[in-house]
């Protein structure tokens, strides 16, 4: 019986998912490969995730051996899974920080078309909150912090491109104002 127990690991979540209403990926990053490896298998189990869930009124499934919280809001999906055995209290702390820190960063409007405009800010954001499956940092007050740090502030070559063309159309409208 002693060989069943799993070792206790820093790899707690397994993947991050956000989808739209209709069940199409908007984001998704896994973080273990082993589990889920090909695009075709992941996507399948979006799709089976999303038709367990989207009438549900429940927070947590378990599903293809994870376990998966979820939270819903207006045309989203969030979902974050861990193995079967991880701890659901942990994954949904992850899930309120992953919310929480949208809800800021798009100023209360979180939905599809607010995700998809700012699509490289909740992407730097996942990656402030989990690294390779590793919980990073669970406050959304901290990760907002480090996430919407003004681009006039990033060094031209530190910045995305995303960021370098908000500027430049900042530059060309005041230019054009004058």
Request: charged residues 25%; proline residues 2%.
């Amino acid at each position: 019986m002693e060989g069943c127990l799993l070792e206790p690991t820093l790899y707690t979540v397994k993947g991050i998912v956000i989808l739209d209403s209709d069940g199409n990926r908007i984001l998704a990053k896994y973080y273990d490969v082993k589990s889920l490896p090909t695009v075709k298998e992941r996507k399948a189990f979006e799709k089976n995730l999303f038709n367990k869930t989207h009438r549900a009124n429940a927070e947590i499934i378990m599903l293809d051996g994870f376990t998966c919280v979820y939270k819903s809001n207006v045309d989203l999906f969030f979902y974050v899974m861990g193995n079967s055995n991880e701890n659901e209290l942990i994954l949904m702390n992850v899930l309120n920080c992953l919310y929480d820190s949208l809800s800021q960063i798009l100023r209360k409007n979180v939905e599809k078309r607010a995700v998809m405009d700012s699509l490289d800010i909740v992407m730097l954001a996942i990656d402030e909150i989990c690294d390779s499956g590793i919980i990073i940092d669970a406050d959304s007050s901290s990760v907002v912090s480090r996430v919407a740090v003004r681009s006039d502030d990033i060094p031209i070559g530190e910045q995305t491109v995303a960021q370098v063309f908000q500027t430049a159309k900042e530059q060309l409208k005041w230019s054009l104002l004058k």
